[in-house]
């Protein structure tokens, strides 16, 4: 007759096999989830730095130096992808090296180096690939200050689609199922002396 001590040790042989198989699922979602996390924080870090950058190249107007042989900023108008001599060609060219199709990314631009509506004290805004164009306040204490303004919009794709095992990503209100893509909208309005 067996014992008993010989009889469990001969039923725990397919233990750590089925262990396995119940706990793979479960790690598969912790280990995507945070590959996907850190993908969405590294783009809300950079397109959140970039029209930062934007609005102090605005201010700075002429005196912004450029990648170009120190040419100097021209207006906020469309991005030169040649000179990168324009606001919006320079908040491009911080995005480009950090997020994948950036050269795409609509971009606005509202500085009183493009004018001022003198009627509403607004300041006139140009875009590049930007729809809807946003509208920026008026400076409170406008005409001796300008309102200068950057916006950015960034869509992009998770490297993992939210249908294996993504949970987390798409509870988020910046993500949408549907066309299974998050967008960042990130502004920066900075004020400067007329």
């Known amino acids: 007759m067996m014992s008993p001590y010989k009889r469990l040790k001969g039923e725990t042989r397919g233990q750590a096999m089925l262990e396995t198989a119940l706990m793979l699922p479960m790690l598969l979602a912790l280990v995507f989830n945070t590959v996907n996390f850190g993908y969405f ?7 959140t730095a970039a029209p930062h950058s934007g609005v102090l190249y605005s201010i700075l ?27 919006s060609g320079l908040t491009l060219g911080d995005l480009t090296g950090a997020v994948a199709d950036a050269g795409t990314t609509p971009v606005q631009v509202c500085t009183a180096k493009s004018g001022v509506n003198v009627a509403t004290g607004l300041t006139v805004c140009t875009s590049w690939n930007s729809s809807p ?6 400076d409170p204490e406008w005409p001796s200050f300008v309102l200068n303004r950057v916006d950015v919009t960034y ?15 798409f509870a988020t209100p910046l993500c949408d199922k549907s066309s299974m893509t998050c967008t ?4 920066v309005s900075m004020r400067a002396m007329d």
């Open 41 to 47: 924080f590294l783009i809300a870090l950079n397109v």
């Open 61 to 87: 107007g002429p005196s912004t130096p450029v990648q170009n042989g120190g040419a100097t900023l021209a207006d906020p108008g469309p991005p030169d992808p040649a000179t990168q001599s324009t606001v």
């Open 133 to 138: 164009p946003y509208t920026p306040d008026q």
């Open 155 to 169: 869509t992009f794709r998770p490297l993992i689609d939210y249908r294996v095992f993504n949970l987390v990503l």
């Open 184 to 187: 960042f909208h990130r502004q």
